[in-house]
């Protein structure tokens, strides 16, 4: 048992040690080689739209081998390909009938600077935590001291990324933190092995949620969205915390609403993103063809799902049946025993945080074509929820239905089989995926000084959310 005194003691060190950038990167991290690739931007004429794959084979043609689009929408797309060719920016321009300029000059050094500084810290940060997890008898562990503690060794977590090991932990700990609101739960193994954790808050307050209505929040779908996973750990400890410090008394919405956390949902490629490639994206689930591992887990949900031409090797691969991928298969087990019909839970609403773009995405991803029938109530929050984050932090987020975000409205089986589409099917009627920060600059591949103020971001988010559905504006 540690005692206060060491406690503060170790968090002045760690403190020290985080402040001082004499520690060099950490070795142990074995990557791909990007130091050949980058990132670029090519902006789309108005008058006509370019699918991906269009633009996929125009470069493969002229010998662009390993060639990714990061995003694409109405106005661009970004491409990682190999830096060699950046001198020859004109050419691609005129090749694609885009205008391109350089948004990544090396890959190498943008990832080598998500990885954390010093692995030490990170071991004396998670010692800490196991040992330091509950209130005890000691009189000079009051209450307060607790909290104090708590939101100190938060703050340092949230300092980096964390590997899927220590979010285990944290999980772990979490839960001695808020015993009689938090239970961890595997909802089974991973083909690697790993437990697909979900994290459920419930306070059992009958009288304000009489039908236990649930909101859930995910993240990590996609491995390489580091972002998105930090963030819903961040939103999960600012809403357990604002609760066990008594924050908005009765009114806090912990008090009207159940939620559901699952910050990991894809952990087999979260661990591989630590220890192999910082850009791989899939799950890492045999596919039948033992070079191209992974299924894009975003796009085996069983609703509107469709077989489509892309292969085992492409980062899109959605397998050749529904709920292909373990994870998504797992889940849906899990939603259905949960949200039985007449089951005492009811599932409300969902928030599928993705990266990067910043773009509140509306279901459905399947077709343009369709729209859901709450379409007005669906756009009145996304725009409420647009506005909140312009007011707090300055940032612009888009509103755009999700098809698009997929070429669904150029290519009819691109929007297949999404988890927003699955959710919002499943009674989730307030349903959207978000795509955090930032615009481009840094992609995939944001620095960990972005995990608080993002983390920000996505808790006001949660709170403008709740504080709608528990308020609606003028409805009758
Ligand atoms: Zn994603």
């Known amino acids: 048992m540690v005692t206060l005194r060491s406690c503060v003691l170790l968090l002045s060190v760690i403190g020290s040690q985080i402040q001082g950038h004499s520690i060099p990167h950490n070795k142990e991290l074995i990557h791909s080689d990007y130091s050949k690739d980058g990132v670029i931007r090519c902006f789309h004429d108005n008058s006509q739209t370019i699918s991906t794959d269009h633009i996929i084979k125009k470069l493969s043609h002229c010998g662009h081998h390993r060639v990714e689009i990061w995003n694409n929408n109405d106005q661009f797309i970004d491409i990682q390909m190999s830096i060699k060719k950046f001198n020859k920016i004109d050419k691609i321009s005129k090749k694609l009938g885009m205008n391109c300029n350089v948004m990544i000059e090396n890959l190498n050094t943008v990832i080598q600077d998500t990885l954390p500084q010093n692995k030490r810290d990170n071991e004396i940060l998670m010692q800490m935590l196991m040992d330091y997890p509950i209130r005890t008898d000691d009189e000079m562990f009051n209450m307060e001291t607790n909290r104090g503690i708590h939101t100190k060794l938060t703050e340092y977590f949230f300092q980096e990324y964390r590997d899927l090991q220590s979010l285990q932990i944290w999980f772990n700990v979490l839960q001695q933190w808020f015993p009689n609101i938090l239970t961890l739960k595997s909802i089974g193994k991973t083909s690697q092995g790993n437990d697909l954790n979900v994290l459920e808050i ?5 009288e304000k949620n009489p039908k236990g209505k649930t909101i859930v929040i995910t993240g990590g779908t996609h491995s390489r969205e580091w972002i998105s996973i930090s963030t819903v750990c961040y939103i999960m400890f600012s809403l357990l915390n604002d609760y066990d410090m008594g924050i908005n ?7 009207s609403l159940n939620f559901i956390f699952a910050p990991t949902l894809n952990p087999d490629g979260y661990e591989y993103t630590w220890v192999e ?15 191209c591992p992974g299924f894009d887990l975003d796009r085996t949900f069983g609703y509107h799902w469709q077989a489509t031409n892309e292969f085992p090797c492409s980062g899109n691969y959605n397998g050749d049946m529904p709920f292909a991928a373990m994870e998504s298969s797992l889940w849906d087990t899990y939603i259905q025993e949960n949200f039985k019909r007449h089951h005492d839970h009811r599932l409300y609403g969902f928030i599928d945080f993705h990266s990067y773009s910043q773009e509140i995405l509306y279901p459905f991803t399947y077709s343009c074509d369709e729209l859901p029938n709450d379409i007005e109530n669906l756009l009145e929050l996304a725009f409420d929820l647009s506005k909140t984050i312009r007011k707090f932090s300055g940032k612009q987020y888009d509103v755009v239905q999700s098809c698009k975000d997929r070429d669904a409205d150029i290519n009819p089986t691109g929007g297949s089989g999404s988890m927003l589409d699955y959710m919002y099917d499943k009674g989730a009627h307030w349903s959207y995926q978000i795509k955090l920060r930032d615009t481009g600059n840094h992609g995939f591949l944001l620095p960990p000084s972005y995990i608080h103020p993002v983390g920000r971001e996505g808790t006001r988010i949660v709170q403008a959310m709740c504080d709608f559905l528990l308020n609606p504006p003028n409805w009758n």
């Open 249 to 255: 008394g009765e009114d806090n919405i912990l008090n």
């Open 202 to 206: 419930n306070v059992n307050n009958v």
């Open 277 to 291: 490639d910082r850009l791989w994206r899939k799950n890492r689930q045999d596919t039948g063809n033992l070079d």
